[in-house]
């Protein structure tokens, strides 16, 4: 069963549980600053790691001391969806322990 496009509501009750991300267009977006690229590069990783797990995969931008993530579900035609704030949520939940912001 494909996954469906939230509605404009829905998205904006989502964001207000995830401070620091915001919808631009058609993607979830956020970006992180670090102490360094060393641990801007850990973060990514372990990004990487969590989107092999959900099957579902951001675009990551790494900085020198920043890592930005945009994503939103090609099987529902670009649209955001549950899957891209689970994604969110996950990511979330894992960046402090890198010391993002």
Known sequence: MPTQPLSQKEIEDR???LPGWSVEGDRLMRTYR???HFAATALVVHVARI?????HHSDLTLGYNTVALA???HSAGGAVTEKD?????R??????GHGAS
């Open 15 to 17: 964001l207000r549980e």
């Open 71 to 73: 994503v939103n579900t």
């Open 51 to 55: 989107q092999q797990e959900l099957d």
């Open 34 to 36: 670090l102490g360094d």
């Open 85 to 89: 704030f689970e994604l969110a949520d």
């Open 91 to 96: 990511v979330e939940r894992i960046a402090p």
